[in-house]
Each structure stands twice: as structure tokens, then as C-alpha cells.
């Protein structure tokens, strides 16, 4: 492979290209991924895509950990508390389809950078909160700032080549999800410090929620003065020089709506990253209910739930990857339906030994992982679905998941019609069935879980259906043909096996040079 390689010299693009410290391939998407390097603008973008994501979280999800103190603050019931939890990840579902159409249209640093600072006074807004209806209200907005899960998406599908994104996408999402698990951590740890120097608990939990505030704030701050939308520029200077066509709304919004792949990856995300939302609403609450351990104990092991984010949905991705490599698309997708199965069984498993509290810790931890898992291997298919309406797809996806949380909450937490650990039984049964549809997405050119691809059929053909001939003619077409051919891994090792190394610029760093 390496051997038939050209020489450098006869890689290298014209002098006016852009150069890389990461190797690149034909459209600049590095083709390496470099985890402790902030080479711009692939590496920078992905550090600043992760850490925004996991300050949106820590937001989200800010509630949780002190509710006990809240709730006897504020006098909330069960059912207030419910919907508080719905209300957090339901609004999302619009923002994320917004958000995608923006990071299609606008950029996903200008879309991102937008979300987290509309948001930003619902988060300070949580300290003032007085009535059970003011506490549904700064969860509703605060929770509006998940949406910028999809620009994270977007962003690392847009800098990292074909055989890198899906652990690009898993490590960046995962690494945002983290904060679902951190705050559980940060704001009793938060709390008894704002206690310790002297506030009562009435007002320690309402300064608490000052620490998430500014976070959230510097990560917009940080995504506007260091991002950078592509490989090769900003949306704005792209569109004005013509190397980038400035697409329309309409164009964008039908071709995500028409491919049903979109669909059926929009549900079972909505029983991965939507148990996984559910979850982070009901596991301190559970756990301190239904153990009688403390507040801090309880902090403790739902912070483990999330935490477990920094190695397993960066291992789906890693693993989606290793399969396409292995496999092609079919091993993305099988990979896919095995792992959230698994996960569906474990949470089956979880609500059927609420009798014990270490077997409870333990089978947390495995669902966890498998669940969690799943989130990242879903986001190795999703670039690939299509890159005309790439940013949509994967706010479609998103928004499954907010969906997924919001009818679990509905059905099995919002109120007291069952217990929660029978809850937890249904939503893991729910995982199991919402998964098996995954066995319907086929793609012509490489194939499905159950048939292999169609004779002749190509990835350049499957991503020109995109665009009219006129568009076509006038070269609007030229990005997804480069990534077309650089796709061609995903068929599996036969139809990789004429593949060369394309890198674009010699690699004059290593990662710890940059």
C-alpha cells in the first residue's frame, strides 16, 4: 500500500493550498487524529467543540445533583420534578433540527457560539428561581444549549477524513457527554464550599449555579476568537470566494427529509443518547430514594454513569471505525445494533436488581458503557448518510435522541404511575425493539446488515443523487466527490484494497512538535 505511493513532491497541492501540521487528504480532512495537539485548524476545532458540548451539560444537568435541596426550597412534587426533567431535553429536539440547518447554511462555529450564548442567562437565571414554574422554565432554556451536540458532530465530520470519524465524533461527543456525569461532582462540591463560608443551604445552591454560568460563557467565547468552520476557512470567506456553494434552506431540508436512513437513525438514537439523557435526571434521585445513601454518595455514583463517557462512546467510535476497516459499512451497522442491544438487556437487568445496592452500582456501570458505546458508533454512520444535508441528518439524529428522552420520561419517570425501577425495566425493553430497525438501512454501493451492496453501484453515484446536473456542470458537486473517494474503505477490504495514502502535505510535525 504504502509502496505505490507517489512522492511527496507529486502530492503536493498547488502552492496557494493551505498547509497542514496533521496529514490531510484530498478535501484537507486529516487523515490522523492527534488527541493531545492543538494543530489548527482540525485539532483546535475538535478541543473546542468537546469542551463547549461538555459546558452545555454541566449546565443541562447542573439541577440533578442538588434537586433534594432544591425541591424542599422550592416545594416541588414528583410530578414538577418530572416535568422539570422533560422539559430540560425536550426543547432541544427543535433546536438541534435548527442547529444543523445552521451549520449548513452558516458554519458551525457562528451556530455554535449563537446557541451557547442565548442560553447563558437561563443558567445565571437558575439562582433567582422561586416557584416550581421558574424552575421548569430555566431547565426548558438552559436545556435549549444541547443543541450544540450537533454543530460538535458537524464540526468533526467536516475536519476528519472518512477512516477517522467516527472516533473523531465518538472522543468529542463523549467528552461532552462527560459533563453529564462531572456536574454530579462539581455542584455538591460547589455547594458545600458556598456553604462552608458561611451561606445557608437556601442560598448556597443558588450560588452554585453561578460556576456552570461562566463556563458556558468562556466556551462561546473561546469557539468565536479560535474557531474555524472548514479545513480551508470560515463559511463567510469560502462563500465569497466561490471555493464553497452557498446552499438554500429548501435544498438542504429535502434531501435530509427524503433519506430514510436519517429516519431510522434519528429513532435508535433516541434509545441510546436518550436513555442516556433520561438517566442523568433520575439516577442521583434514584439511588439516594431507594438506598437511603446521602446526597454526596449519590452524586458519587451518578457522576460514575456519565463519567464513564471519557472511554466509552470514544470506544464506539474507535470501534466503528475498526470495523469499517475490518468489514465496511456492514460492520458499522451490525457493530451498532449488537452493542445497543446489549446495553438494552443490561437496563433490563438494572431495574430487576433494585434489591441489591452493589449489584445496582455494578450493572449501572456495564449499562453504561454499552449504552454509551452505542452513541458512538451511531455517529460513525451518520457522516455518511449524506453530505448535502449533513448538518440536518445529524440534527435529526440529535434531536432523536432529545425525543427518546422526553416520551421515556414521559411514559416510565414523569410521574408516579410506576415505580422507577420498573421504569427502567420498560425503557430497556424499549432499547431492545427500537433497535432492531436498523436492519432496513441499506446502502447501494456498500451494502446493509443483511445484503451485501448492489452490482455497480458507487459511492459517487449515491452522493451526485444530491445534486442536479446543472449543479453538477458548474463543480457545486466537488467536495463529495473527494469524499466519495475517500470513502472507498467502507466497502470493505476488497474494494479498499486498490487504496493509496493521499495525504495532501507532507507531515513535517509529529504531535508533540504542534
Not at 33 to 49: C, E, G, K, Q
Request: hydrophobic share 45%; glycine share 10%.
Amino acid at each position: 500500500m504504502e509502496g505505490r505511493s507517489k512522492p511527496a513532491a507529486m502530492e503536493m497541492e498547488p502552492a496557494s493550498k493551505p498547509k497542514f501540521r496533521i496529514p490531510v487528504d484530498s478535501d484537507n480532512q486529516a487523515t490522523e487524529f492527534w488527541l493531545f495537539s492543538l494543530a489548527r485548524p482540525h485539532m483546535s476545532a475538535f478541543h473546542l467543540s468537546w469542551f463547549s458540548f461538555f459546558c452545555c451539560f454541566v449546565s443541562t444537568f447542573a439541577a440533578p445533583p442538588l434537586l433534594p435541596l432544591i425541591r424542599d426550597t422550592l416545594g416541588l412534587t414528583a410530578k414538577d420534578i418530572g416535568n422539570a426533567g422533560i422539559a430540560s431535553v425536550s426543547g432541544a429536539v427543535f433546536a438541534r433540527l435548527a442547529m444543523g440547518t445552521a451549520c449548513d447554511l452558516a458554519g458551525p462555529r457562528l451556530a455554535s457560539a449563537a446557541i451557547i450564548l442565548l442560553t447563558t442567562p437561563a443558567v445565571y437565571c437558575s439562582a433567582i428561581i422561586t416557584s416550581p414554574s421558574s424552575f421548569l422554565l430555566v431547565r426548558f432554556f438552559t436545556g435549549l444549549s444541547l443543541a450544540s451536540f450537533v454543530s460538535t458532530q458537524f464540526w468533526m465530520s467536516s475536519m476528519f477524513s472518512p477512516p477517522k470519524v467516527g472516533l473523531a465524533n465518538g472522543v468529542a461527543g463523549g467528552w461532552g457527554n462527560l459533563g453529564g456525569g462531572a456536574v454530579q461532582l462539581i455542584m455538591p462540591l460547589v455547594f458545600a464550599a458556598v456553604k462552608k463560608m458561611g451561606s445557608t443551604p437556601f442560598t448556597a445552591w443558588r450560588v452554585a449555579f453561578f460556576i456552570p454560568g461562566v463556563m458556558q460563557t468562556f466556551s462561546a467565547i473561546a469557539v468565536l476568537a479560535f474557531g474555524q468552520d472548514m479545513p480551508d476557512g470560515n463559511y463567510r470567506k469560502l462563500h465569497r470566494t466561490g471555493d464553497m456553494h452557498k446552499d438554500s434552506f429548501a435544498n438542504v431540508l429535502r434531501h435530509a427529509v427524503t433519506n430514510y436512513r436519517a429516519w431510522i437513525l434519528a429513532l435508535t438514537y433516541g434509545y441510546c443518547f436518550g436513555v442516556e439523557l433520561a438517566v442523568d435526571n433520575i439516577v442521583a434521585q434514584y439511588f439516594y430514594d431507594r438506598f437511603d445513601v446521602n446526597l454526596h454518595t449519590a452524586g458519587l455514583i451518578a457522576a460514575s454513569f456519565g463519567m464513564a463517557n471519557i472511554i466509552s462512546r470514544p470506544g464506539g467510535g474507535l470501534m466503528s471505525d475498526w470495523l469499517s476497516s475490518r468489514y465496511g459499512m456492514r460492520g458499522r451497522l451490525w457493530g451498532l445494533w449488537i452493542v445497543q442491544t446489549i446495553g438494552g438487556v443490561l437496563c433490563v437487568v438494572l431495574g430487576v436488581v433494585d434489591y441489591s445496592f452493589a449489584a445496582s452500582v455494578a450493572v449501572m456501570m456495564l449499562f453504561s458503557f454499552f449504552v454509551q458505546a452505542a452513541c458512538g458508533l451511531t455517529f460513525g454512520i451518520v457522516p455518511f448518510v449524506s453530505r448535502r444535508s449533513l448538518g440536518l441528518i445529524s440534527g435529526m439524529t440529535g434531536g432523536g435522541g432529545n425525543v427518546g428522552a422526553v416520551l421515556t420520561q414521559v411514559i416510565f419517570f414523569g410521574g408516579s404511575k410506576y415505580k422507577t425501577e420498573t421504569g427502567i425495566v420498560y425503557m430497556g425493553i424499549m432499547i431492545i425493539a427500537c433497535t432492531l430497525p436498523l436492519t432496513l438501512i441499506y446502502f447501494p454501493q456498500w451494502g446493509g446488515m443483511l445484503a451485501g451492496p448492489s452490482t455497480g453501484a458507487t459511492a459517487e453515484e449515491y452522493y451526485s443523487r444530491e445534486w442536479t446536473e446543472q449543479e453538477r456542470d458548474k463543480g457545486y458537486n466537488a467536495a463529495t466527490s473527494r469524499f466519495a473517494e475517500n470513502s472507498v474503505q467502507e466497502g470493505g477490504p476488497k474494494s479498499a484494497s486498490g487504496s493509496r495514502s493521499r495525504h495532501t502535505v507532507p507531515v513535517d510535525g509529529s504531535p508533540a512538535d504542534v
